[in-house]
């Protein structure tokens, strides 16, 4: 059996995968349901990817777990929610690739619950867009705490930084444990949680981390499946127009290794490469995932003759500004809270703060190519009631500090002063937000409006709950910048998550999947998990037609031997 370390022995697999996150593991573990031998190889010193420091959320829309509990939902109103949100936007987001996604829905989450997963629904969680047609509410799954023993030495190989089994159920409530009982009782359920998987000795992980233990422990523990780290895909080996393997440099050795029926690249994007982000993108990016990606599955199939999509796109959002050497502290539900605005440099707002971290991005890039400065300015009522995930670090809060990244002041002028805003501009646009706070209608931007929006607010505040004046001190301000949760573009793919050419021929033996493939999702994030959601989906579909060439390949094969026979 390999040990998914050390193994050399076999160097011909029927599938190569390359990348560890959710897209290469669902390939790989759709191949192992298929029968096929699969070798997984990673750049980096540790497994998971962006998955594993993830949310862990899937966006899968008429799931399985919503047809169980009779939540309402159908192929026909998620394919128009679909085209509602997304429309065509180009050739990885048209209605065949669509359709794909939300057919193969079901098959990854019965697959996966045949491997031991257990899911459960974010019921509460609405759309993005809830109000559009087709819009519903409890789409996303995501998995219940597991033990990351049971994955062994791999738990200390993973990406997953949540060393404890945070939901995010838990996690909507989470943000206000001081100001609804809601939000309390999620804190001690939390605790408790923790606390129980200690007493009965095991460390209970959540979110992406509880992802990537589940994922690694159907593949490579049970599933024997070698996964080899620090061992960066090179390039592809073809035969003639066809992929037929990969050259692997492993722990410095060059390795060749064939593929007998494919070749999933499920690597990431190319968020850490600064310079292709400034040249495609205008923005050098402030990243919150694996610092292994760096684009290099999308440059191999770039040399394979590959299309690309979406390179001038990423899943953007705001985001605190990084101390020196520090991780970005992306902002979900924490632009939603009441007592809360963002501001430009000149001092004024230019959205909807609660509005989808995408549609955020996408504002803050259309209103100064997201040159900044932004900022997050808190009253002081905030910080008392409400949980700010970026500022709990007393260490991290100190460096914010001594960088200029967190200012605070007793005055509003004051602050402006600090952060270097026009005093007058703030005040106005200041006394222009606490005029729709009271009256509960943000007559700008609409914050508010949405159930989306709604969703991450204070329901103790009338009469909207995502809005309250920003009057009292002491008060806080965050600089904040442009960030993503990886980019978005990459190798354009048909509903079989094969690898395209520009003239639309299919490059035969080559996919991709997840942040590798240009998404599905076009410019836009219709839910939450839309990112893992179709990454995974089509990581499944990816295995199942290479087993389907294969089962062609031994049938072929088959009548081959009887036509001899009867020879």
Do not use: C
Not at 104 to 120: C, M, N, P, S
Not at 137 to 155: F, H, N, Q
Not at 183 to 194: D, I
Not at 289 to 297: D, N, V
């Amino acid at each position: 059996m390999a040990d998914g370390i050390h193994d050399t022995a076999e160097l011909e697999y029927d599938v190569i995968v390359v990348g560890s996150g959710a897209a290469a593991f669902a390939g790989a573990l759709g191949a192992i349901d298929e029968g096929m031998t699969v070798l997984m190889v990673e750049s980096t010193e540790k497994f998971g990817g962006n998955t594993a420091m993830s949310g862990g959320g899937l966006w899968l829309p008429n799931n399985p777990l919503m047809q169980r509990e009779g939540a309402a939902d159908s192929r026909e109103e998620a394919l128009t929610y679909l085209e509602e949100t997304i429309g065509e936007p180009g050739r990885s987001s048209n209605r065949a690739r669509k359709e794909a996604f939300v057919d193969g829905i079901a098959d990854y989450v019965l697959t996966t619950e045949k491997y031991g997963f257990r899911w459960v629904r974010a019921a509460a969680y609405p759309d993005y867009y809830p109000e559009l047609p087709g819009g519903k509410v409890g789409r996303s799954i995501e998995l219940k705490p597991v033990d990351a023993k049971g994955i062994g030495r791999w738990r200390k190989l993973s990406r997953g930084l949540l060393p404890f089994p945070m939901m995010n159920t838990d996690m909507y409530l989470l943000g206000r444990p001081w100001s609804t009982w809601s939000g309390f009782w999620a804190g001690v359920r939390l605790v408790f949680r923790t606390l129980g998987g200690l007493v009965r000795g095991k460390i209970l992980v959540g979110m992406g981390a509880a992802l990537a233990a589940s994922l690694a422990r159907a593949v490579v523990v049970d599933g024997a499946v070698p996964l080899w780290l620090n061992s960066p895909a090179e390039r592809l080996v073809m035969d003639g127009d066809r992929v037929v393997g990969v050259e692997v440099r492993r722990e410095g050795t060059p390795v060749t290794v064939r593929a007998r029926h494919g070749v999933l690249l499920a690597a990431g994007g190319f968020d850490q490469d600064k310079e292709r982000r400034k040249k495609l993108q205008g923005v050098e990016g402030n990243p919150a995932g694996s610092p292994g990606a760096w684009g290099k599955g999308i440059d191999m199939a770039v040399e394979a003759g590959a299309a690309l999509e979406y390179m001038e796109d990423a899943w953007w959002g705001a985001t605190v500004k990084p101390v020196e050497g520090g991780l970005s502290s992306f902002m979900v539900g924490e632009r939603s809270m009441p007592y809360s605005l963002i501001v430009d440099k000149d001092g004024r707002r230019f959205a909807n703060e609660s509005e989808s971290y995408v549609d955020l991005g996408h504002h803050m890039l259309e209103h100064d190519g997201a040159a900044g400065p932004y900022w997050f300015i808190l009253d002081g009522r905030y910080t008392k009631r409400y949980f700010l995930t970026f500022g709990v670090d007393p260490k991290a809060n100190k460096k914010m500090v001594a960088q200029g990244i967190r200012q605070t002041a007793d005055t509003i002028d004051e602050l402006a002063e600090k952060i270097g805003v026009d005093a007058a501009n703030l005040r106005a646009e200041i006394d222009k937000f606490n005029g729709f706070a009271r009256t509960g209608r943000d007559q700008d931007f609409a914050r508010g409006d949405s159930a989306y929006d709604r969703y991450y607010g204070d329901p103790t505040i009338h009469p909207n709950n995502n809005l309250a004046p920003i009057e009292k001190g002491p008060f806080t301000a965050y600089e904040t910048v442009i960030g993503d949760l990886g980019t978005k573009g990459g190798v354009v793919t048909d509903e079989h998550a094969r690898a395209l050419r520009e003239d639309g021929s299919v490059i035969e033996g080559l996919y991709s999947a997840g942040n590798n493939s240009a998404a599905v999702m076009g410019h836009t994030y219709p839910g939450p998990g839309s990112t893992i959601g179709p990454a995974s989906v089509f990581g499944l579909i990816a295995a199942r037609h290479m087993a389907g060439r294969r089962a062609s390949s031994t049938a072929a094969a088959s009548d081959d031997d009887v036509a001899v026979d009867a020879g």
